[in-house]
T-cell receptor, first 113, second 111 residues
Framework: NAGVTQTPKFQVLKTGQSMTLQCAQDMNHEYMSWYRQDPGMGLRLIHYSVGAGITDQGEVPNGYNVSRSTTEDFPLRLLSAAPSQTSVYFC????????????FGQGTRLTVV | AQRVTQPEKLLSVFKGAPVELKCNYSYSGSPELFWYVQYSRQRLQLLLRHISRESIKGFTADLNKGETSFHLKKPFAQEEDSAMYYCALRPFSGGYQKVTFGTGTKLQVIP
């Protein structure tokens, strides 16, 4: 099983550039989330989705957009990259009520210079 | 608001010594507590959750509602236990509930 797949694994951007981090899951999970992982700050929720067509903001949404046109895909868009967005990004998915384990992707290490 | 505190950034123990990774939480309702582990250059994966009350890889954790703690314990550390450990909390309620992660503790097992 592929589980949760993120692409790319590594990316270097210049300040002001835009890009999309891809996330796909093949487990038919309803819930998907994006986190950023920074040293000393743990994982912080950026955006999440409870199903196709439904998204909402997490703890640190500024500078990021998401959409959920299908159950499988949940891309994260950086509109205008800033050095403060240098981080490791994780996508996660989980089923609905009754199973709360989150399955994570392998992460995308983003550096903004 | 929910909050998870892991007071130790780094915990170093010798192989064979007992391990206790501390986790304290703050939440007014009923929480679900989890421990996630991230081995070097790998994705986060669930280690255990308080609801299942199971032992994984020799680790156990008991939810202490009086002390609002969910410490992770293992009687004898192994080198392969070296990893980053995150405690997480999710409100125990229907529908989607946001998971709050602690800042993580890096466990270093010294051979």
């Amino acid at each position: 099983n592929a589980g949760v797949t993120q692409t790319p694994k590594f990316q270097v951007l210049k300040t002001g550039q835009s890009m999309t981090l891809q996330c796909a899951q093949d487990m038919n999970h309803e819930y998907m989330s994006w986190y950023r992982q920074d040293p000393g700050m743990g994982l912080r929720l950026i955006h999440y989705s409870v199903g196709a067509g439904i998204t909402d903001q997490g703890e640190v949404p500024n500078g990021y957009n998401v959409s959920r046109s299908t159950t499988e895909d949940f891309p994260l868009r950086l509109l205008s990259a800033a050095p403060s967005q240098t981080s490791v990004y994780f996508c996660a998915s989980s089923t609905g009520v009754g199973n709360t384990e989150a399955f994570f992707g392998q992460g995308t290490r983003l550096t903004v210079v | 608001a929910q909050r998870v505190t892991q007071p130790e950034k780094l915990l170093s123990v010798f192989k064979g010594a007992p391990v206790e990774l501390k986790c304290n939480y703050s939440y007014s309702g009923s929480p679900e507590l989890f421990w996630y582990v991230q081995y070097s250059r790998q994705r986060l994966q669930l280690l255990l959750r308080h609801i299942s009350r199971e032992s994984i890889k020799g680790f156990t954790a008991d939810l202490n509602k009086g002390e609002t703690s969910f410490h992770l314990k293992k009687p004898f550390a192994q080198e392969e236990d070296s990893a980053m450990y995150y405690c997480a909390l999710r409100p125990f309620s229907g529908g989607y509930q946001k998971v709050t992660f602690g800042t993580g503790t890096k466990l270093q097992v010294i051979p």
